[in-house]
């Protein structure tokens, strides 16, 4: 026990000597053989103007370690930091370093940093300017969550992976180009961010809801590094137009959902695994000839013999459709939310409709075989009018 204390001291001696070379800011380590990662400060700043520079070596008990990383929360919830300077021997950002580090309106990244951790400027709320390195392969979920003074951001062509909610909320952030580099979008990456406007993407995989609720995002490119575009992808957007390129392998549910104004769907003629034949206005699976995902401008083909989950989800300004009698079934929530469409027959040779179809069409006449009259959680109670035949 006395063992125990006595190497704690020795510790604390050590740490308050290296705080008192650094003045009265404290910067805490914890050492990892010859490296030192950035644990901490005390006391947290509490005036209104404060810049700290971390050093690149550190000396604790006559021997130097270099500081690579800054740790976990390291610098957490210090508002009144307006300035930070990280030496280039830095090769990590922990988690939350400096979430909710409001005072900080602008920070260069040195070109030694391989990684932003998750939530590392997460609610940096006055950040409007980062600079980061060519040597950058990762930036973590929720990296710069609600950074809502953020304008603009190059992402350099080292950069490999797009966390989940890296730039959720981002509302400034009005242009970003994402390199090739980049095999991977994550989930709700760019989401909600309003002020984003076009975007041209080069990754092959674009993950659910990235660009959800991206309400002045008008354009969207797409070229052939594109392989899987998943759930609800553009959910939410200005989109007028869309083109699917041909190395397009996978398409999710609903990935124009609450696209209100989109006009114009085209899948690229070489793509061997969808098409918007007959000028449909709409994604169709080959193989199986189902329509997956469809806009308020849609013409549903006499070749298609399925309809495909929310395929027409919250497409608010969908009025009218017809449904060829080649169709035999309708996925769950395919119509959902279609709360302008006035019209609609389903045809008796439909023999499955899933649950939830017609919910929220409070304007619907919904025209519907006998035969579909029991079963239940079909939304029908939703409609303004259903006839069985």
């Not at 021997?89 to 990684?115: H, R, Y």
């Not at 959910?235 to 996978?250: D, M, Q, T």
Request: proline share 4%; net charge negative; hydrophobic share 35%.
């Amino acid at each position: 026990m006395k063992k125990i204390n006595f190497i704690f001291l020795i510790t604390l001696v050590l740490t308050v000597m290296s705080c008192q070379q650094r003045g009265s800011k404290c910067l805490q380590y914890v050492f990892d053989g010859d490296n030192a990662i950035v644990s901490g400060i005390i006391p947290c700043p509490e005036d209104d103007s404060t810049n700290i520079v971390i050093p690149e070596m550190v000396k604790q008990d006559g021997r130097k370690y270099k500081v690579t990383k800054i740790g976990k929360r390291a610098f957490g919830g210090c508002r009144y930091i307006t300035s930070i300077t990280i030496p280039s021997s830095v090769i990590s950002i922990d988690e939350s370093a400096f979430g909710g580090c409001t005072g900080l309106t602008s920070i260069t990244i040195p070109s030694s940093v391989i990684n932003i951790g998750y939530g590392a400027f997460c609610d940096c709320s006055n950040l409007s300017s980062i600079t980061l390195p060519n040597s950058l392969t990762s930036i973590g979920e929720r990296a710069f969550l609600r950074c809502g003074s953020l304008s603009s951001i190059t992402l350099p062509n080292s950069l490999t992976n797009i966390g989940n909610e890296a730039f959720w909320e981002c509302t400034s952030l009005a242009s970003i180009i994402i390199p090739n580099s980049v095999k991977k979008i994550g989930g709700a990456a760019f989401f909600e961010c309003s002020s984003l406007t076009s975007v041209t993407l080069q990754s092959s995989v674009i993950g659910h809801d990235a660009f959800f609720h991206c309400s002045s995002l008008s354009s969207i490119t797409l070229t052939d590094d594109v392989n899987e575009i998943e759930s609800g992808a553009f959910s939410w957007c200005n989109l007028k137009s869309i083109k699917i390129p041909s190395s397009v392998s996978y398409i999710g549910n609903a990935i124009f959902g609450l696209c209100t104004d989109l006009e114009i769907i085209e899948v690229d003629k070489n793509n061997t695994k969808y098409d918007s034949r007959d000028n449909c206005n709409a994604i169709i699976e080959t193989a199986t000839n189902t329509l997956i995902n469809g806009c308020p401008k849609s013409t549903i083909p006499n070749t298609v013999t399925s309809i495909g989950r929310e395929a027409f989800q919250d497409c608010t300004n969908l009025s009218s459709i017809i449904i060829p009698n080649s169709v035999s079934s309708i996925g769950i929530c395919a119509f959902t939310g279609c709360t302008n469409l006035r019209s609609i027959t389903i045809p008796n040779t439909v023999t499955s409709i899933g649950i939830r179809v017609f919910e929220g069409c409070s304007n619907l006449t919904l025209k519907i075989p006998e035969k579909f009259r029991e079963q239940e959680y079909l939304g029908v109670n939703d409609c303004k009018n259903v006839i069985y035949y």
